[in-house]
Structure formats: structure tokens, C-alpha cells
């Protein structure tokens, strides 16, 4: 039976301008990206931080991210891009969908860390101020999964279950990324990418408060960032009904949610308490050599 209620997909995720493709999902990943530097910024300077190493930090971390949660995606789901009625060349299209956050936070921090050990400034508290910024991030991202109707839970009759509309091209073929809906109904699932969205909003407001009421540092916001996410998509994951490669009977995401969020917690209660001052932020910028340097100014 049809719930009047039901969370309706988009008739289309790709929209064309002449030649162009207008894709939903790059402009999720794209907005995602530009209020995280945003927070970043704001977050990091606030710390003592300069504000260009946030810049500079982009340039880096932004391709890494990219490369490094499709190299996961692609690894993950290999089956998706070397088989034999497969095309390897798909693994090459992101804008079709599949970005691994595992491994576009790992290639991403170590990116960043070889940049910081290049800079030698600390990037402990870096890694603090993207944090909640970084994962709300996520949550603009699953909005890209909506418009592509991937992602999504097993069949649901809940009041916001989310239709999944049967798709075509121009050619009439079934195209459920780039075609237009028909309005048929193909199936009535859990919204996945919005439980995930709704938490990850949720860990994003938890971390700017957590930062001040437990004043946090030393790179346990992001500690506890990667935590708080795991423990969310423990739970999403164990919902989602789409293709994925089994490890001992287990998704591998659900795996690699655990180990994370015991490392995490781990770590968590490993680092130093409290916060670093403006100086141990950046040196360079607030030690003892540029305060005299200020004064010489003046």
C-alpha cells in the first residue's frame, strides 16, 4: 500500500546545460567542501592559527580526499568495476557517485600531515578545527546519494520510507544515476543517507560543544569526531541493503566502523587534556620571537 507520507527521490540527479552535465552529487560534494573550509577558517584562527595554512591545507587535502575515498570505493567495490560485462573505466567517473570516506579522511590526513611536518607548525589543532566542520560536510554529501538514489536501506512501509523511482536516459534505457524518473515507484526503502545526515549534524553540534564544555585539544575533537561517526554508521550500515564486499559474513564497512571507533576511543583518552595555547598553534606566529617582533613594530 502507497503512504501518502513517503519521502519522495528526485525525478532526476543530472541536469544538462547544452552539453554540460549539471550534477547533483559534484554539487553537494562541492557546497560540503566550501562551508568546511568555511568553519575551518573561522575555528582554526579563532585557536591562533593563520589563516592561510587553511588555504593551503585545501589545495592538499581537497584532491587527496577525492583520490583517496575513490581508491576505496573502487577497492571495495570492486566487483562494481572488473567483471566481465564491466567497464574499468567507470571507476574513473566520480561524478557518477562512490566516495569512500574511510578512504578520503586517510589519504586526506596524511596528506595533511606531510604538509605540516613541511611547515612545522602543529597539526594537532588543525585537525581539531576541521573536525566538526569535516562532518557536516558529510551530511551536505548524502545529500548527492539522494539524487542519485544509492545507498538506501532495505525495503520499509514507515511513514518516511523513500520511494526509489524507475529511471531512463533518452534512449529509453534504465539509467538510475543519470535518468529522468518515470514515476513509477520501484520500491519503498529506509532513508538511509538521511538517518546518516541527521547524525552527522547531530556529532557536528556535539563536537562544538564538547570543545568548549570539556575544553578539548591536542587533536581529541577529531578523536572523538571519528568516533562519534563510526558509531553512527555502525548502525546505518547494518541497514543498507546494496551491494558490498563480505568479510566474515559482514559488510566491510561495518568492520571497519568498530576497529575505528575502538582506535578512537583509544586515542582519545591517550592524548593530553586540555588546550594548546596560541603559541604551541603556530609557533611561528604567536611564540616568543613574533611577540618581540610586534613590539619592535610598534
Known amino acids: ?90 571507476a574513473l567517473k566520480i561524478t557518477n557517485g562512490g566516495l569512500g570516506i574511510w578512504g578520503a579522511v586517510a589519504l586526506g590526513v596524511f596528506a595533511i600531515w606531510v604538509m605540516f611536518k613541511i611547515k612545522k607548525v602543529p597539526m594537532a589543532p588543525f585537525a581539531d578545527a576541521v573536525a566538526p566542520g569535516l562532518i557536516l560536510a558529510q551530511a551536505i554529501g548524502r545529500l ?51 538517518y546518516e545526515l541527521v547524525w552527522n ?30 558509531l553512527g554508521r555502525f548502525f546505518v550500515e547494518n541497514m543498507r541493503s546494496d551491494e558490498a564486499t563480505m568479510v566474515f559474513g559482514l559488510r566491510i564497512n561495518v568492520i571497519v566502523s568498530v576497529v575505528l571507533f575502538i582506535v578512537a576511543l583509544v586515542v582519545f583518552f591517550k592524548l593530553p587534556r586540555g588546550q594548546e595555547t596560541p603559541a604551541e598553534v603556530d609557533p611561528a606566529r604567536n611564540g616568543p620571537k613574533a611577540l618581540g617582533e610586534s613590539q619592535e613594530s610598534h
Open 1 to 90: 500500500m502507497q503512504i501518502l507520507a513517503n519521502i519522495p527521490s528526485p525525478p532526476q540527479g543530472v541536469w544538462h546545460l547544452g552539453p554540460f552535465p549539471l550534477r547533483a552529487y559534484a554539487l553537494c560534494i562541492i557546497v560540503g567542501i566550501l562551508v568546511a573550509m568555511w568553519m575551518t577558517q573561522r575555528r582554526y584562527v579563532a585557536r591562533g592559527g593563520n589563516s592561510d595554512v587553511v588555504w593551503d591545507a585545501a589545495i592538499v587535502i581537497i584532491p587527496a580526499g577525492i583520490v583517496g575515498g575513490r581508491l576505496y570505493h573502487v577497492i571495495t567495490d570492486h566487483q562494481k568495476y572488473f567483471c566481465a560485462d564491466c567497464n574499468p573505466a567507470d
Open 201 to 230: 549534524v547531530a556529532v557536528c553540534l556535539f563536537l562544538l560543544w564538547a570543545q568548549k564544555a570539556w575544553k578539548l585539544g591536542y587533536g581529541r575533537v577529531f578523536a572523538l569526531y571519528v568516533a562519534g561517526y563510526t
Open 144 to 194: 548527492g546519494n539522494w539524487f542519485n538514489q544509492e545507498l538506501y536501506g532495505r525495503p520499509t512501509d514507515v511513514p518516511w520510507a523513500l520511494d526509489i523511482y524507475y529511471r531512463i536516459n533518452e534512449a529509453g534505457e534504465y539509467a538510475p544515476v543519470s535518468g529522468r524518473s518515470t514515476g513509477e515507484v520501484i520500491t519503498s526503502v529506509h532513508p538511509t543517507f538521511l
